[in-house]
Structure formats: C-alpha cells, structure tokens
C-alpha cells in the first residue's frame, strides 16, 4: 500500500521557536508537496519539489522553508513560528505532476 | 484569477438520499479536475478526476462526476449516501498542460448525513 507518513500528528509549540515537520513518502515518487489547510480556504501550496534537492515556492511560502536532501524525505520549516502559522499541514505526493497526490494524514500544529 | 468555487459550505442529507456536490471553476481552457474526499482526523484520498474523453466519471465509494464545459461545471454525484459518507469534499482544478505546483483546490463541503 501507499504510505505518505507524517512524523508529528500533533504539536503545540511557543511564538518564536523554531518547528519542524517531516513527510516520509515509500513509493519513491519524484514529486512532493507541503499544503496549509485553514477552514474556508480549502488547501493552499506552501511549497513544491520536484527532486532532491529541488524545490519551488508555492502560493503561501512566506515564513516557511523546505527540505529535501533524500528522495522519500520532504521537510518543512518554520524559522520563528508565530500564531498566524496555527494550522494544519499536509504533506502529499506523486510519481508525476499529473498523476494521483497521495496525502498523509496531517500535522495539526498550534503556536501559542 | 483562475479560482474554483464550491457554493456550499455544509450539507446534510439523510441516509439513503441521492447527493450533489457542486464545483465550478474559472478557467480559459478545459483544465484537470479532480474531486477528493477527507475524513475526519485523515489526510485527502483521491475519489475521481477527469482530463479527457467523456463527461461523465466513475470514482470509488459509489461517486461519480460529470464535466460540463458550457457551465464550466465539475458536479459530484452519489444516488444513495451511506452513514459513512459524512466527510469534508473538495474540487480541484489543474490549468489544462499544467502540473501539481498550480493544483487549486476549493474552499471544501462538509457533509453530515443523518440516521
């Protein structure tokens, strides 16, 4: 079976601190994404990578940066967190750019 | 601005009821178009997506959607929703010849179904 795995389900970390979210994907897709999902707005892409060490800025990448020094390993990271950044983060990916994005089940992180 | 809109924001139905979800979307050209489904405390499972050839699409759980060029129109359809249908749903469009890093979903509906 597919399996994207998200390290941290849950997370609640202060204003300021530096936050990592990590995405492990076994299907060896070459595409990853990071999505923000915020009630109402359905999901927004915060960034793209299209190999290692490749990536893209998606439509929200203000404030966050990414990783990807191995293939199945996606990261996201929040420099200095801070409470607009309060959401939940999905990561996903997919064998082409047009084919099925398979999701994780999602990291729920609130900065207080 | 290419955008894609899904008019509501919840819907209850009762069990064994027919269901439409409605999706439409502002784009030149035909674009991909995509329906997911998520459950509570789950990531997003893809249940159908159209890129060509006919209109209407089957997906899994018993979904299908049809394609509408003159209304611009991705509608969902299930003829008798199930307990466990009640999840959010969302569209999603890709402009024709363009990849995932341009994927834009809509805002969500979230369906309750009652016993």
């Known amino acids: 079976d597919v399996k994207v795995t998200q390290s941290s389900r849950y997370l609640v970390k202060r204003t300021g601190e530096k936050v990592f979210l990590e995405c492990v994907q076994d299907?060896?897709?070459?595409?990853m994404f990071w999505y923000r999902q915020d009630p109402g707005l359905g999901l927004r892409l915060i960034y793209f990578?299209?190999?290692?060490?490749?990536?893209e800025k998606g439509d929200i990448p203000e404030g966050y940066s990414v990783s990807r020094e191995k293939k199945e390993r996606f990261s996201l990271i929040l420099e200095s967190a801070s409470t607009n950044q309060t959401s939940m983060y999905l990561c996903?990916?997919?064998?082409?750019?047009?084919?099925?994005?398979?999701f994780g089940e999602g990291s729920r992180l609130t900065v207080l | 601005a290419q955008s894609v809109t899904q008019p509501d924001i919840h819907i209850t139905v009762s069990e064994g009821a027919s269901l439409e979800l409605r999706c439409n979307y502002s784009?030149?050209?035909?674009?991909?178009l995509f329906w997911y489904v998520q459950s509570p405390g789950q990531g997003l499972q893809l249940l159908l997506k159209?890129?060509?050839?006919?209109?209407l699409v089957q997906g899994i759980k018993g979904f299908e959607a049809e394609f509408k060029r003159s209304q611009s129109s991705f509608n969902l359809r299930k003829p008798s929703v199930h307990w466990s249908d009640a999840a959010e749903y969302f569209c999603?469009?890709?402009?024709?010849?363009?990849?995932?890093?341009?994927?834009?979903f809509g805002a969500g509906t979230r369906l309750a179904v009652h016993p």
């Open positions: 784009y030149g050209a035909t674009p991909y």
């Open positions: 999603a469009v890709v402009p024709y010849s363009g990849g995932y890093n341009k994927l834009i």
């Open positions: 159209y890129f060509s050839g006919d209109t």
């Open positions: 299907m060896d897709h070459e595409n």
């Open positions: 996903a990916s997919s064998f082409s750019v047009t084919g099925e994005l398979f």
């Open positions: 990578s299209y190999d290692v060490k490749m990536k």
